[in-house]
C-alpha cells in the first residue's frame, strides 16, 4: 500500500486537459490562451466536491487538436472532447464518475 492508501496502480478514469502555450503571434493557437489551465483548476475542485476517488484529472503538454477548442482526452475510452468554456464541466464529472460519454463535447475536426 503507497502512501495515500492505494494497493494497485493506475486510475480507473484519466482525464488530460492540455496546457500548451505558444508564443504570441503563432500561426496557431494554443489551449493555455484560451483558458484551459482556469478550466483544469474547476474541474478538479468539482471531481474534489463530487467524492470521486480512483481518478485522475492533469495538465497535458499539447495534444496537438487546439484549432478545435482546449483539448481534452479521457482514458481508458480514448474519448475525445473539445471545450469551449465551464458551461459543460459537470458533464465530465459525470464521465469520469460513471463512463457516460458527453456527445455534445465530442471533438469534430473542422474541414
Known amino acids: 500500500m503507497d ?47 463530487a ?15 487546439c484549432e478545435q477548442g482546449i483539448s481534452c482526452v479521457v482514458y481508458p475510452e480514448g474519448t475525445w472532447y473539445s471545450l469551449k468554456d465551464d458551461a459543460h464541466l459537470s458533464d465530465l464529472v459525470e464521465h469520469l464518475r460513471s463512463g457516460t460519454i458527453a456527445d455534445k463535447l465530442i471533438m469534430q475536426i473542422d474541414d
Open 51 to 65: 467524492g470521486l476517488k480512483n481518478i485522475r484529472v492533469q495538465k497535458s503538454g499539447c495534444l496537438d487538436y
Open 3 to 49: 502512501a495515500k492508501n492505494r494497493e494497485t496502480p493506475g486510475y480507473t478514469r484519466h482525464l488530460f486537459i492540455c496546457g500548451h502555450e505558444r508564443q504570441e503571434g503563432s500561426a496557431r493557437p494554443h489551449c493555455q490562451g484560451r483558458g484551459s489551465m482556469e478550466l483544469l483548476s474547476q474541474l478538479k475542485m468539482l471531481t474534489r466536491e
